[in-house]
């Protein structure tokens, strides 16, 4: 049976949802320990792979993708309302026309 999340690379600390994931649902991992989905979380959304303390880099394919704004527990949804961008605030970046 395929495991409902993905792990894109051994470094990443996060893994991707394949489908969506029921609260109290047990993640199968492949090479490491199952977590417990601790919210429902929509397919291509991260879950924590391990404890992530707020500050902590976000590894996704092996490399840094952001930072964490408050702290999440293994099986957490990792999203823009707990984890921020390093390279750009495009969740909050206004949309503006030419003529500005």
């Not at 600390?13 to 994931?21: G, I, L």
């Not at 924590?48 to 303390?53: I, M, N, Q």
């Amino acid at each position: 049976m395929m495991s409902a999340v993905i792990l894109l690379h051994a470094d990443d600390n996060v893994v991707v949802c394949r489908r969506t994931v029921a609260v109290g649902e047990r993640i199968a991992i492949e090479g490491s320990e199952d977590i417990i989905a601790r919210n429902n979380v929509e397919i291509g959304h991260k879950l924590a792979r391990f404890a992530l303390p707020r500050f902590s880099k976000v590894i996704k394919y092996g490399a840094p993708i952001g930072s964490m704004t408050e702290t999440a527990e293994p099986g957490d949804w990792v999203h823009l309302h707990n984890m921020k961008s390093d390279y750009m605030s495009a969740h909050t970046r206004a949309v503006t026309g030419d003529d500005q």
